[in-house]
């Protein structure tokens, strides 16, 4: 079975802190898919760092949602710089009010998540799931995930201490978002 992980703020949406409502469905659910860095040029663009596997997605955004109270804005524009993306929202027509939205984070509505291919997951699929090992024990729950080089790491809450589960397919056996469990082979040296 081939685990592959996207987005978990898309990495959680795509990981954890984006979502922001507790309910088990992705209504009311919103995803962080960037974060403002800083007004660019004179006319209200705004440069934000990308938080999300598929920056293509800015290109076809009508709405983004802004800061802590995820403000609606309309994008007029939108085009990728390196690790970035270049936004031109309505309502945002010079470098003061650009300036103003530094920090805020850009989320979209879960429910427009880019769909993914058959076992990937986002980050916010996994964290939360219990993990049981392949001999029938509970290790607990998955708090984080980590995004290494290689692979995703799993964080789990083992006790007093934390167990960190590579994401590889030797270790994850199998993911059950709907029944919120994760089934897991521990090798030698994990616990």
């Known amino acids: 079975m081939s685990i592959r992980l996207r987005d978990g703020k898309e990495r959680i949406d795509e990981a954890s802190s984006t979502i922001r409502s507790s309910q088990s469905d992705d209504s009311g659910r919103f995803l962080l898919v960037g ?50 993306v270049v936004l031109k929202l309505r309502g945002v027509d010079d470098a003061k009010a650009a300036l103003a939205l530094r920090g805020a984070e850009l989320a979209i509505p879960a429910s427009r998540a ?40 799993y964080v789990v809450g083992h006790g007093q201490r934390e167990l960190l589960l590579p994401a590889i397919e030797d270790v994850i056996l199998n993911v059950d978002v709907d029944r919120k469990r994760l089934l897991v082979h521990l090798l030698p040296g994990i616990e």
């Open 114 to 153: 880019v769909e993914l291919p058959p076992d990937s997951y986002f980050w916010h699929q996994i964290i939360g799931l219990d993990v049981w090992t392949d001999d029938g024990r509970l290790l607990g729950k998955v708090s984080e995930v980590l995004r290494t080089g290689s692979n995703d790491v």
């Open 35 to 84: 974060q403002v860095m800083g007004p660019v040029g004179l006319f209200g663009e705004i440069r934000a760092h990308l938080l999300t596997d598929f920056p293509d997605r800015f290109a076809q955004l009508i709405e983004i949602h802004v800061g802590d109270n995820l403000r609606p804005y309309g994008v007029q524009s939108a085009r990728i710089d390196g690790e970035s």
